[in-house]
Every structure is written in C-alpha cells, then in structure tokens.
C-alpha cells in the first residue's frame, strides 16, 4: 500500500525553528522525487523545496539560506529543516514523493 505522511508541524514564535519529516512507502521512496510545497490560506500553493529524481536540489527563494531538506533512505523519510521561521511561513506543508501527496501538516509561525 502506497502511503505518504507527514509529522512535526506545531506553533512556534518567530526565529524558532522546526523539523518537518515526511515518512513514505518504500516503493514509491525509491523512485523519488521528494519535495515539500506550502498552501496558506487564500493563497495558491508554493514550491518549498524538492530533491528531484535527477538534477539540483531546488529552494524557493523566500526559504533560501533558512530551509534546508535531505532524505535518510533507510528510513524513507524526507526531512525539512526550518530555521528562523517568519510569521509568512505560516500554511499547511504538504510532502510530495513520486508524485503521491500526503495529508499535510499545520506550521504557525506567530508571537
């Protein structure tokens, strides 16, 4: 069964960092890509970053130098870094691999 999900969304206040992981099924882990995209609300949803099954990894440009993403293959699982989050960082995460979507996971970035 193919499955996507992510974890570790949460409120936190500005500067504060967090880790989102998105743990998927081994078969479509390998085949990859692996990205991470943001919807907030009333807004269309963005490319965060993505490890693309061949080429340079890709960052939005509002989270460059602040996110970072890997992959720990023997975890199938997609990692996020999120350094001195801002207040717009604030949507719903979602985690993409092979083209599958997860459910998504709620960040707050608020004082």
């Known amino acids: 069964q193919v499955h996507v999900v992510e974890s570790g969304g949460g409120l936190v206040q500005p500067g504060e960092s967090l880790r989102l992981s998105c743990v998927a099924s081994?078969?479509?882990?390998?085949?990859?890509?692996w990205g991470w995209y943001r919807q907030a609300p009333g807004k269309a949803r963005e490319r965060v970053a993505e490890?693309?099954?061949?080429?340079?990894?890709y960052y939005a440009d509002s989270v460059k130098g602040r996110f970072a993403i890997s992959r720990d293959n023997a975890r199938n699982t997609v990692l996020l870094q999120m350094d001195s989050l801002k207040p717009e960082d604030t949507a719903v995460y979602s985690c993409?691999?092979?083209?599958?979507w997860g459910q998504g996971t709620q960040v707050t970035v608020s004082a």
């Open positions: 993409q691999v092979a083209g599958i």
């Open positions: 081994a078969t479509i882990f390998r085949i990859g890509g």
């Open positions: 490890i693309p099954s061949s080429g340079s990894t």
